[in-house]
């Protein structure tokens, strides 16, 4: 059964540290997708990438987030200082872009952050 | 600029009720995609439907169907015999067609809670 993975789960961290989130996309999946869900905000779109380029990275606050693919097996959410209004989960997602391909993102389990 | 509309915040019924969920969306584009995904008290995001702009047909899944509804933009959501586990918040999303498999925007989600 294919699913995307999220690590941490949670992460507790003090204002100013720096947070790193990882995903692991669904094999195969060449769009990844970052998303940040607060109860303020909702669900929002931070950046996404295809075949490990980045595609649309205007959702993300540029001072502080920076977003990379190492390999296709690997997505990276960093945020440098973190901050307090940064408490939140967030997701990662993939899927695949091709013709004829079944265009569905899936979600991983999320990244549940709380800066002190 | 798309966007969706879940006006129903929170909606409570009585368990085998039937109820409702309703979506309305705006995009300029001919071609699109609806989504509707589940998000239960554990916190992750599970993939319920997706629907083209082009199949304007019915489903049925179960005790789920959906209404899809071009004319009135809308992409509502019918659960049938509601159950306690059906106790989740949902969201509407849309996503428009450029390249395949592009981001999704949200709804603000309702919220639907089934008393036993």
């Known amino acids: 059964d294919a699913r995307v993975t999220q690590t941490p789960r949670h992460k507790v961290t003090e204002m100013g540290q720096e947070v790193t989130m990882r995903c692991q996309p669904i094999?195969?999946?060449?769009?990844v997708f970052w998303y940040r869900q607060t109860m303020m905000q909702g669900l929002e779109l931070l950046a996404y990438?295809?075949?490990?380029?980045?595609?649309?990275d205007s959702g993300m606050p540029k001072d502080r987030f920076s977003a990379e693919m190492p390999d296709a097996t690997l997505a990276t959410l960093k945020i440098q200082p973190s901050e307090p209004r940064d408490s939140a989960v967030y997701f990662c997602?993939?899927?695949?872009?091709?013709?004829?391909?079944?265009?569905?993102?899936?979600f991983g389990p999320g990244t549940r952050l709380l800066v002190l | 600029a798309q966007k969706v509309t879940q006006a129903q915040t929170e909606i409570s019924v009585v368990e085998k009720e039937d109820v409702t969920l309703d979506c309305v969306y705006e995009?300029?584009?001919?071609?699109?995609?609806l989504f509707w995904y589940k998000q239960p008290p554990s916190g992750e995001l599970v993939f319920l439907i997706r629907r083209n702009s082009f199949d304007e047909q019915n489903e049925i899944s179960g005790r789920y169907s959906w209404n899809f509804q071009k004319s009135t933009s809308s992409f509502n959501f019918t659960i049938t015999a509601s159950q306690v586990v059906d106790s989740a918040v949902y969201f509407c999303?849309?996503?428009?067609?450029?390249?395949?498999?592009?981001?999704?925007?949200f709804g603000t989600g309702t919220r639907l809670t089934i008393i036993p």
């Open positions: 999303a849309l996503s428009e067609e450029n390249f395949g498999n592009e981001k999704l925007t």
């Open positions: 990438f295809r075949n490990r380029a980045p595609l649309d």
């Open positions: 094999l195969g999946h060449n769009t």
């Open positions: 997602a993939s899927g695949l872009s091709r013709t004829g391909a079944d265009e569905t993102q899936y």
């Open positions: 995009t300029r584009d001919t071609t699109y995609y």
